[in-house]
């Protein structure tokens, strides 16, 4: 073989694998950037969703405090307190504990307040049962003292069970 010939076969050797490193080149930024964007993709949603339910729950506790200052400023009443309710949380309902003389309102299963109140009145037309003489709000729970307010909450289900 002449060098012509070696010339030429070298130098298409030398565009094949020119070519081929791009090729290869441009198939590894694709994969790179497949892969960047799918994980980050799913950071983001998992970080997204995160984000809402803490601000959910920033909501919720914000709303709480407000029906909580609202009742130790003027409610007197279960009826009062069940009206602030529904001006806070239309669709979540309290429950009285007649015997134990509270009221528990829960929007969430870990924020939830207990009303204390002096005595029950009977009303004479309807025989229907309230509480009155708001005497103080438990707000354990929104504080972070969950377990304190849970324990409390155990032993009235537990004296209701009795009777």
């Known amino acids: 073989m002449n060098i012509k010939n070696i010339a030429i076969v070298l130098t298409v050797l030398v565009v094949a694998i020119a070519a081929m490193l791009f090729m ?3 198939n590894y930024v694709t994969q790179a950037t497949e892969h960047y964007t799918k994980t980050t993709g799913n950071s ?3 970080s997204s969703k995160i984000i809402e339910y803490v601000n959910s729950t920033a909501g919720t506790t914000k709303m709480l405090w407000a029906l909580t200052c609202d009742a130790v400023q003027g409610a007197k009443t279960s009826q009062d307190m069940a009206k602030l309710e529904g ?3 239309p669709a979540t309902k309290g429950s009285n504990s007649i015997s134990q003389k509270t009221r528990r309102f829960e929007p969430t299963a870990a924020y939830y307040i207990v009303s204390t109140f002096d005595k ?4 004479k037309k309807t025989d229907l049962k309230t509480l009155a003489g708001l005497k103080s709000i438990d707000v354990g729970a929104l504080l972070g003292n969950a377990t304190i307010a849970a324990a409390v909450a155990e032993e009235e289900e537990e004296e209701e069970g009795e009777e």
């Not at 029950?120 to 009303?123: E, F, L, N, T, Y």
């Open 120 to 123: 029950v009145d009977v009303d």
């Open 24 to 26: 290869q080149k441009g």
């Open 44 to 46: 983001f949603k998992g």
């Open 87 to 89: 001006k806070y949380f």
